[in-house]
């Protein structure tokens, strides 16, 4: 098990309440990773989402590690 840091922008942020948390996984990838939260929360379904770890854009298949930093980054719509 490990645990991480993560932080929700825009519509995640807005759908579960909340900025950041941590939370203890035993998942191994970033895409597990999503998919345990989405299942949790009930995220809206959303193409082209990014994902961050440790300040750097990443691949969904990379693996995590104790005291990672992950951002979920939404597609923005803008004008």
């Known amino acids: 098990m490990i645990t ?3 932080e929700y922008f825009a519509i995640l942020r807005e759908h ?3 900025n950041a948390e941590e939370v203890q ?3 191994v990838t970033a895409g597990e990773l999503y998919d345990e939260l989405a299942a949790r929360y009930a995220f809206p379904h959303m193409t082209h989402m990014k994902v961050a770890i440790n300040d750097e ?4 298949g990379a693996a ?4 990672d930093s992950i951002v979920f980054i939404p597609p923005v719509a803008g004008g």
């Open 4 to 6: 991480v840091q993560i």
């Open 16 to 18: 579960i309440g909340k």
């Open 25 to 27: 996984t035993e998942v």
């Open 57 to 60: 854009f990443s691949e969904w």
């Open 64 to 67: 995590l590690a104790e005291g």
